[in-house]
């Protein structure tokens, strides 16, 4: 069984001291590839160098998340640019809006994420979505420019049933992460995980966040890390009625296709 983790922050600090072995426990648990968020220019700078550390094994995303809104400028404009000419840098985001915390006011939001929109169009790459809270704001600017990207993907989807149809409508794939497995929050996610097609379906940690809250035994530390896609995988599996087998080729067939990436040799 081979998984590809679509979100992992592996620049975070949290792996600054054990990268190596979150990478050697991510392959023993059958992930051998994983995409780095970039979500900031900074983190999407460190991405794109640890993705050039790890050929073939770890790849990019490029764009600033909602919440560092504030910081984009022309000059973070033009960095992206550059970094999206590196063909490890696979997506543009994380990108989209946040109105759960709105650290960024949400003109700014707006604005930011409709520039980073048309940088997905520019370069011809897909699109790695965030999107809390906002659903109505975020649905009106995506469809403005669905059709003129390659794809695009709403990362760590946790909303209704509506949003969800709102995405498909829209053809954009789904990531499901650990949230999943939150038993306060999550239990939603294990009926409406059945009705994503399995060629929009894809999976992922966010590492070092939404450790899953059925892995037993729970780490002390309560770092999440890549290993853990293979639980997330079983749970999505046994919730979807197929073999995890099947649900983590399908998975990851959908994740090489998105991101253009050749098949793990």
């Not at 909303?159 to 999943?180: P, S, V």
């Not at 853990?228 to 046994?238: F, G, Q, S, T, V």
């Not at 919730?239 to 983590?248: C, F, H, I, N, Y």
Request: aromatic content about 6%; glycine content about 6%.
């Amino acid at each position: 069984m081979r998984l590809l983790d679509i979100g992992a922050n592996l620049t975070h600090e949290s792996f600054h001291h054990d990268l190596d072995a979150v990478m050697q426990r991510a392959q023993a648990h059958g992930v051998d590839r994983m995409i780095v968020t970039g979500a900031s220019r900074d983190g999407s700078a460190s991405a794109r160098v640890l993705a050039a550390r790890h050929p073939a094994r770890l790849f990019a995303t490029a764009g600033v998340h909602p919440h560092h809104a504030v910081e984009y400028d022309d000059a973070t404009d033009a960095a992206l640019r550059e970094f999206a000419q590196d063909p490890a840098v696979v997506a543009i985001g994380e990108t989209g809006l946040d109105y759960n915390r709105n650290y960024s006011p949400r003109g700014v939001q707006l604005e930011v994420f409709e520039r980073q929109l048309q940088l997905a169009v520019d370069v011809g790459k897909p699109l790695f979505l965030h999107q809390r809270d906002a659903h109505s704001d975020f649905v009106a600017l995506l469809a403005r420019y669905r059709d003129k990207v390659p794809g695009a993907v709403v990362h760590c989807f946790t909303d209704t049933g509506e949003a969800l149809r709102d995405y498909l409508a829209l053809d954009c794939h789904i990531g499901i992460t650990g949230w999943i497995c939150d038993e306060r929050r999550g239990t939603h996610l294990r009926e409406l995980v059945r009705g994503i097609p399995a060629n929009r379906l894809m999976i992922e940690t966010d590492a070092p966040y939404l450790l899953p809250r059925t892995v037993r035994p729970q780490p002390a530390h309560r770092r999440n890390e890549p290993m853990y896609l293979k639980h997330i995988c079983e749970e999505i599996a046994r919730d979807r009625g197929e073999s995890v087998a099947v649900t983590a080729a399908n998975s990851t067939a959908t994740a090489e296709a998105f991101f253009g990436l050749p098949p793990a040799s």
